[in-house]
């Protein structure tokens, strides 16, 4: 059963690289979650580099005692400040294949409340 889950997120992890890139104008904000943990990168597809990367081990985030979804929040808020020093604005929402439902979504919130624009 979990390979096939796997299987299947994959497939639809791949139609929507198919359909979403990253440029140096709107560079794409990729989504990585764990059963424990979360990431985050804003990626520019054309040069083929990570610009920014946050996820829930960074240091003030990892010292909080707070549920999985408010550890998204705090991670889209983190990669928003890192982003506003960085001068990107805009990014292109990817959400690897997870529905957009939970800690995805809590992740998208904070970066919106942090100024990102998808």
Known sequence: MKKNGEYQRSRIRRRIRGKISGTTARPRLSVFRSNK??????????????????????????????????????????????AKEANVEGVVFDRGGYVYHGRIKSLADGAREGGLKF
């Not at 804003?42 to 549920?67: F, Y």
């Open 37 to 82: 943990q979360i990431y985050a990168q804003i990626i520019d597809d054309a040069s083929g580099k990570t610009l920014i990367s946050a996820s829930s081990q960074d240091k003030g985030i990892a010292s909080k005692t707070v549920t999985k979804i408010e550890q998204a929040k705090l991670v889209g808020q983190l990669l928003a400040e890192k």
